[in-house]
């Protein structure tokens, strides 16, 4: 019997389980195959996605370790360039958390060279914009390397560079995390003062007399307790002192009254005062927007916040302001997650404390998620937004919060639907039991259309998303099917975690026998909604573009690639 050798060695139609034949394709970690990308794609997956919580193929150890070898290979090919995405990247609000760009930067302080070394410590209050930020890094260098000069340095300039005024501050809100406070840095550092009111703000802290539970002094200068040296011949700033009185208050009033004359923030409030809602208004008069978004359902649950209150319209306006919500960097997963845990009425750990949603705020959070991308101009021509909903991107979490892949690509696909004239959105997931008969069912074969619109909720939208049955995943299905129905595409955008691996046909594949028969300059953007090593784009073929899921410049990069 002849042997066919077209079916066993075919470059046109290879199965996912399979290479493409003379491709560079590699295995990926669901027994497909995939197109491994290089390490600095893989440096901007971390720094905007993370790696918390791993994946349904790689435990979260695994994909740390891994994403870490690939930022130690970058940070010694060009530790400058690396810290400059860093920066880049972190500094534009472009990540929903800032924790991998700390960690980044720590990994360059460990592992760069001189020139790296120095360009870190130099971005480094770019990078740690807060107390908080700076605790997190000085606990990541700790597990990498010890505390040298330049290190040193750096440290105290992120204090002695700020106005007294901002300082105290950032010590007053920022108080201590991950077992590290100022007092610890101040005593690691030993930073030089700049004026007479920093010495005297240096020395509120380390005296142990404002209660955030000092250690023992245990760096010595002379002989003599370093904190000697910071002796109070300043005057201390005057948020300071109202945080003093604010701690020895007796009344509602007395609390309120300081907050509204000092500015004084959330931190610096005692949790008796807290459930309190003459308290919660006055905070949020002056409160930065992304505690005012995080407080949503505690201020709704005290009651301050009601249909038709002043309290609701007022954060319904400040959500309405797409300026301010660029200045404060707010990211559009943090207002996802907020309008997911507001609308449903209860936090995510606790059903006890309630509250009931309103409405102006549910809605406010709905325009605040769109206007909190960059600003996209619609290419005009028609899209397909495909979202892979199989079962790994129901395991996966965007950057370490409660939402899916599966969730927050339908989220992410609304914005682009809500700019394009012309566009089709479907999910797709290759059935479990095996085979294309059809999606569970009944309907196309590994299809399901969604009725998705912008004008819905995004509490509806993702409730859709999960009522869909989840199987394999065949990244290929899109342009398989858009081929079979004659349909005009000229993007197809898909929205995936790049594991395909239970197609007949590789998704580049498909793509190319598409453009023959139909459309032959449409192009593939893939969304990679995890930081794993694996994109479906071909790196040699100009028509496919790999990004980044859930960056606030990604819809308008699609717009642009797709027009181009």
Not at 76 to 96: L, T
Request: charged share 20%; glycine share 8%; net charge positive.
């Amino acid at each position: 019997m002849a042997i066919n050798y077209a079916r066993l060695f075919h470059r046109r139609r290879t199965p996912q389980s399979q290479p493409i034949p003379s491709s560079t394709q590699a295995p990926n970690s669901a027994g497909g195959h995939a197109w491994l990308v290089d390490d600095w794609t893989r440096l901007d997956r971390f720094l905007i996605l993370g790696a918390e919580g791993g994946t349904y193929y790689i435990a979260e150890q695994d994909l740390v370790k891994q994403n870490h070898d690939a930022l130690v290979r970058c940070i010694q090919q060009d530790g400058v360039r690396a810290v400059n995405r860093i920066v880049e990247i972190s500094n534009s609000g472009r990540a929903p958390k800032n924790d991998p760009a700390i960690f980044a930067l720590a990994l360059v302080a460990a592992h760069g060279n001189g020139e790296a070394k120095a360009q870190a410590f130099a971005g480094l209050p770019k990078v740690c914009r807060i107390g908080t930020h700076l605790f997190h890094f000085a606990e990541y260098v700790k597990a990498l390397r010890g505390w040298g000069r330049g290190l040193r340095s750096a440290v105290g300039r992120w204090y002695v560079e700020r106005e007294p005024d901002d300082l105290a501050l950032q010590v007053v809100k920022y108080q201590q995390r991950d077992r590290w406070s100022h007092g610890d840095l101040l005593r690691l550092a030993h930073p030089k003062a700049a004026s007479r009111d920093h010495q005297a703000v240096f020395r509120w802290i380390l005296s142990g007399k404002h209660g955030l539970g000092e250690r023992t002094v245990t760096r010595w200068v002379s002989g003599e307790p370093w904190v000697a040296n910071y002796a109070a011949v300043g005057e201390l700033p005057r948020l300071i002192g109202a945080f003093e009185q604010i701690k020895q208050a007796s009344t509602k009033q007395e609390v309120v009254r300081l907050i509204l004359e000092h500015d004084l923030p959330r931190e610096a409030v005692s949790t008796q005062w807290l459930d309190e809602p003459p308290v919660w208004e006055a905070l949020l008069h002056r409160m930065p927007l992304a505690a005012m978004i995080r407080n949503l359902g505690k201020m709704t649950s005290l009651g301050l916040v009601q249909p038709f209150s002043d309290a609701a319209k007022l954060i319904a306006s400040r959500l309405s302001d797409a300026q301010t919500l660029k200045r404060a960097r707010i990211h559009p997963l943090a207002v996802l997650i907020a309008g997911k845990v507001y609308a449903q009425g209860h936090g995510e750990k606790s059903r006890s404390a309630g509250w009931k949603p309103v409405s102006e705020i549910v809605d406010a959070l709905d325009a605040a998620f769109y206007a909190s991308f960059t600003n996209v101009e619609p290419c005009g021509k028609p899209m397909l937004l495909a979202l892979d909903v199989s079962g790994s991107m129901d395991s996966s979490k965007i950057a370490g919060s409660r939402l899916t892949a599966r969730e927050a690509s339908a989220a992410m696909a609304l914005v682009t639907a809500a700019t394009e004239p012309e566009c089709e959105i479907i999910a797709f997931s290759a059935p479990a039991s095996g085979g294309y008969g059809g999606l569970h069912g009944g309907g196309e074969p590994g299809i399901a259309r969604v009725s998705l619109s912008p004008r819905m909720r995004l509490d509806d939208v993702i409730q859709r998303l999960r009522a869909i049955p989840m199987g394999g995943t065949d990244c290929a299905l899109p342009m398989v099917w858009a081929r079979r129905n004659k349909l005009k595409v000229s993007g197809f955008i898909t929205y995936t975690d790049s594991e395909t691996w239970a197609g007949s046909i590789h998704p580049a594949q498909a793509l190319r026998l598409y453009r023959d028969e139909l459309v032959s300059e449409a192009k593939s953007v893939v969304v990679g909604m995890t930081s794993n090593g694996f994109t479906l784009a071909d790196p040699n073929d100009r028509g496919m573009l790999d990004v980044v899921g859930f960056d606030t410049t990604v819809p308008a990069m699609i717009a642009d690639f797709v027009r181009s």
